[in-house]
RNA sequence: GCGCGUGUAGCUCAGUGGCAGAGCGUCCGUUUCACAUACGGAAGGUCGUUGGUUCGAACCCAACCACGCGCACCA
């Protein structure tokens, strides 16, 4: 690629060189232990899908960032890899399976698996793939995956380790169940749809006469009813507390409570307290100590403790349980209501919450030392609007559930014995040599429970960036991360580090901006919403991809794409093209007689325009203001370079010809991180043979 | 309900107290020897609304309206 490339073509065409020059780069890429390492740390994306624009963004945020800090001297470490995403991509492969007929039940566990990891080799490579077309300098001998043999031991260590520190406990308590996906979720794994339902108004008679109204959504669930509860400092309830109601259909005895949960002005101000399947009602229980009586099981049917109703589907229960207390006159009203529906986040099934043996973490300890080292600013979250959320997030938060009755994810380090079943179980990541305590038998099986796939994501940088006695890239400089992920990820990442290498992950957590559609409406596969990003590259090349994006840019606002930047992207890189054709030219044509050390105006003018241009975008990089840097260079190059320069170098000029030398180069050199094929083509073109990120911007 | 953010040209957005801006789009003109993916020019705005602070407000303050997002509730 010489010189003369340049100067036959009169326009750039990006899709013919990108390919060729990324290869060029890949070696350069190697991550290597250097007293100034700028390390960065990638958000594995699952291996469900393809690259969408989240991606796309983000990663030309930091591939940019990684770039421009090479270029100040830094050596850049940025291990790339994928995330297993549990139940995401089990999900997706049984959707396969349903194709063919067949169940993951009918398949059973090892096959089941057996079948993912194909869909893992398949679609697990496309997306870095991807990754390698936009450009980004990482380290691809280093590429890791969250189910690999070392990174599933980590994750067992760090539950072993935890139980050890007492942080783990094992309870049958009320979860949040997918009944399709037949395991237990975690409150972030969870959405909620608008939707049209009634309010129950139903009578319950109070032990001597008279009778109280309770309003309820669901009143399949009133067979597990253990009390009902008023607000304490509702007045017109108070001569009900310390009475008795009885549950109609089983005749129960119910307290009646107060706790402040409850809110005196929804429905008829009574709460029908039913711990089994509501987590309100669960920490309402907890305070009075009532018992868990539960009616539905995993599979959404009510059980034996449901009367006449077991066996039902919880909807044909509610249907016939109305039917039923009408007759008896116990249904004073029927109201409809708009409500939040509970939703599986993956399969949009309707949630129940139903009891379940699960272990959980304690989260008290972790969520304050979360909590700390973000408020003593030992991780910037930035921008710092996104503090609050995260301590809020943190003041609240509840125990995290970490088991998953799925088979797509890392096997929980614990055993239970063969006898004794889960009455009897050890933590350990080997076979257990010890005896049972109930039975004294020696024989222990592992659990078929997977971890959260959240709680192996937690343990990432960990995994990647820490080695004992080896290469050290522990804690990172920088994590970017969409703000949906926020508490699923980040915050996890952050007290997980902690505990287990006493120091945080990350040095700074950037939230950058969501891209939305045109009408600012979420990009969205299953809604038809979402753009392909690869298909814009491959109508626009990489560089007028990544140009556009950058350009729509703020740390403050979403975006909303366009096509347009993009557009303009494109132009602009025909724009630099010419640009240095006009120089090639200039300098042909001319006998320079580079001892001359006379400056002309326009040179003084472009020379103070680059410095001021540069320190300008030094700063904003810094702040991650990628959009406003992007358009000072712009404008540099357009107005101040190419309008005003360049054309003082047409006819007679008095211009200096090292000066014309020295601003071309280095307005390389700062382009570089925007526009990295085409400036390294330039590069080339111009008579280096080197990267072009190894120059030093000045 | 609580919190965060946004509202500026037809569109996407810059603009932190001193003459309202850019890119695209539109209209008119130009193939002049880097680039028609270019160049020259033009039209286009009650800066969401109302009030306040100020010599002066797109910018600071208050209230309201609209939109988006997060959290909680969702008995």
């Not at 080799?121 to 870095?128: E, F, M, R, S």
């Not at 938060?397 to 614990?414: A, E, H, I, N, T």
């Not at 997980?496 to 939305?516: V, W």
């Not at 810094?622 to 000072?632: H, I, N, S, T, V």
Request: net charge positive.
């Amino acid at each position: 690629m010489k010189k003369r490339l340049l100067l036959e073509r009169k326009n750039y065409n990006p899709l013919e060189f990108e390919e060729k020059i990324y290869k060029y780069w890949l070696p350069y890429f190697r991550a290597k232990k250097s007293k100034k390492n700028f390390i960065i740390l990638i958000a594995p994306p699952n291996i469900t899908g393809s690259l969408h624009m989240g991606h796309t963004f983000q990663n030309f945020i930091l591939d940019t960032l990684a770039r421009y800090k090479r270029m100040a001297g830094f050596h850049i470490v940025w291990i790339p890899g994928t995330d297993h995403a549990g139940i995401a991509t089990q999900n997706v492969v049984e959707k396969e399976l349903r194709k063919e007929g067949v169940t993951r039940f009918e398949l059973g566990r090892e096959k089941f698996i057996a079948r993912v990891w194909q869909w893992k080799d398949k679609y697990g490579q496309t997306i870095l793939n991807q990754f390698r077309r936009l450009g980004l300098s990482l380290d691809w001998s280093r590429s890791r995956f969250t189910l690999d043999k070392e990174y599933t031991k980590t994750v067992q260590k760090a539950f072993v380790d935890y139980y050890r520190k007492g942080l783990v406990y094992r309870a049958l308590r009320p979860v949040n169940f997918c009944p399709r996906c037949q395991t237990s979720l975690s409150d972030l794994e969870i959405e909620y749809r608008e939707a049209k339902g009634n309010l129950y108004y139903i009578k319950y008679p109070l032990k001597g006469s008279g009778f109280v109204i309770v309003a309820t959504t669901r009143p399949e669930t009133m067979l597990g009813d253990v009390a009902l509860a008023v607000n304490p400092h509702d007045e017109t309830k108070s001569e009900l507390v310390g009475k008795i109601a009885i549950l109609p259909l089983v005749m129960r005895e119910l307290p009646i409570v107060t706790d402040q949960r409850v809110d005196p002005k929804f429905g008829a101000g009574i709460l029908k307290v039913t711990p089994a399947h509501s987590l309100i009602d669960y920490e309402i229980s907890l305070r009075h100590d009532l018992p868990m009586v539960g009616v539905i099981d995993e599979k959404g049917k009510m059980n034996h403790n449901a009367v006449q109703f077991k066996g039902l589907d919880y909807l044909e229960a509610r249907r016939q349980i109305v039917d039923y207390l009408d007759k008896q006159n116990l249904i004073e009203k029927i109201e409809e209501i708009s409500h939040q529906i509970p939703l599986c986040e993956r399969c949009g099934t309707e949630i129940q919450v139903i009891p379940s043996d699960e272990w959980f973490i304690k989260m008290d300890y972790l969520a304050n030392l979360a909590y700390k080292l973000v408020k003593d600013r030992k991780v910037d979250i930035y921008p710092a609007k996104f503090r609050k959320p995260y301590f809020d997030w943190l003041r609240n938060v509840r125990d995290w559930c970490v088991s998953r009755k799925l088979w797509w994810g890392q096997q929980m380090p614990v055993w239970y014995c063969k006898h004794c079943h889960t009455q009897s179980f050890q933590v350990s990541i080997n076979r257990p040599k010890r005896k049972c305590s109930l039975c004294k038998g020696t024989e222990w099986q592992m659990t078929e429970e997977v971890f959260d796939t959240w709680f192996s994501s937690a343990l990432w940088p960990f995994a990647i960036l820490y080695k004992k006695n080896e290469k050290e890239w522990y804690p990172a400089d920088i994590v970017a991360s969409a703000r949906e992920i926020l508490h699923l990820w980040i915050t996890r990442m952050i007290f997980s580090g902690q505990f287990f290498l006493k120091k945080p992950p990350f040095k700074r957590a950037f939230i950058h901006s969501t891209i939305l559609t045109k009408d600012g409406k979420r990009m969205s596969k299953s809604l038809g919403t979402g753009v392909d990003p690869l298909e814009l590259i491959s109508k626009y090349g990489s560089d007028s991809v990544r140009f556009g994006l950058l350009w729509q840019m703020t740390t403050h606002q979403d975006i909303r794409f366009d096509e347009q930047p993009i557009e303009q992207g494109k132009k602009f890189l025909n724009k630099i093209w010419n640009a240095y054709r006009f120089y090639f030219m200039k300098l042909e044509e001319k006998d320079i007689n580079f001892k001359n050390k006379n400056l002309s105006s326009a040179d003084k003018k472009i020379l103070s325009a680059l410095r001021s241009t540069r320190k300008f975008c030094q700063r904003k990089i810094e702040e991650l203001e990628l959009g406003l840097a992007l358009k000072r260079i712009y404008k540099f190059f357009w107005n101040d370079l190419c309008d005003i320069y360049l054309e003082s170098w047409k006819g007679e000029s008095k211009n200096n010809p090292m000066v014309f030398k020295e601003v071309m180069i280095e307005t390389l050199k700062m382009l570089h991180p925007w526009l990295p094929h085409l400036t390294q083509l330039i590069y080339f073109a111009l008579g280096h043979k080197k990267p072009l990120f190894f120059e030093r911007w000045k």
